[in-house]
């Protein structure tokens, strides 16, 4: 069973720039592909971006791209999103997850874990 726990949430004003936290603990982590999702109020989830662990293959959603960096520190078993020029529209509950084979990266139910996610907040 691996348990996800996500910290680093908060609130940022536009353009400003804040990095969240995954720790994973439990399980083979080496072994699992880490997403990043959102969810908006009102709004479906939607797929931030992805890190694999064992060839560090990363890919993003149209959103964050060009903003939005996954990096993971595999010794730490945590996985980072850094998140830059923020706008109020990335304003949503960030959760991370973990999957064993995700089929499709992009789809939240290919996952088998997710954490309990943190707000982010982009206001002026």
């Known amino acids: 069973q691996v348990q996800l726990a996500e910290s680093g949430g908060g609130t940022a004003q536009p353009g400003g720039s804040l990095r969240l936290s995954c720790a994973a603990s439990?399980?083979?982590?080496?072994?699992?592909?880490m997403g990043w999702f959102r969810q908006a109020p009102g709004k479906e989830r939607e797929f931030v971006g992805v890190i694999t662990w064992r060839t560090s293959f990363k890919e993003y959603g149209d959103s964050a791209k060009g903003r939005f960096t996954i990096s993971r520190v595999n010794a730490k078993n945590t996985v980072y999103l850094q998140m830059n020029s923020l706008k109020p529209e990335d304003t949503a509950v960030y959760l991370c997850a973990a999957g064993r084979d995700p089929t499709d990266y992009r789809d939240g139910r290919a996952y088998d874990y997710w954490g309990q996610g943190t707000q982010v907040t982009v206001s002026s």
């Open positions: 439990g399980g083979t982590i080496s072994r699992y592909v």
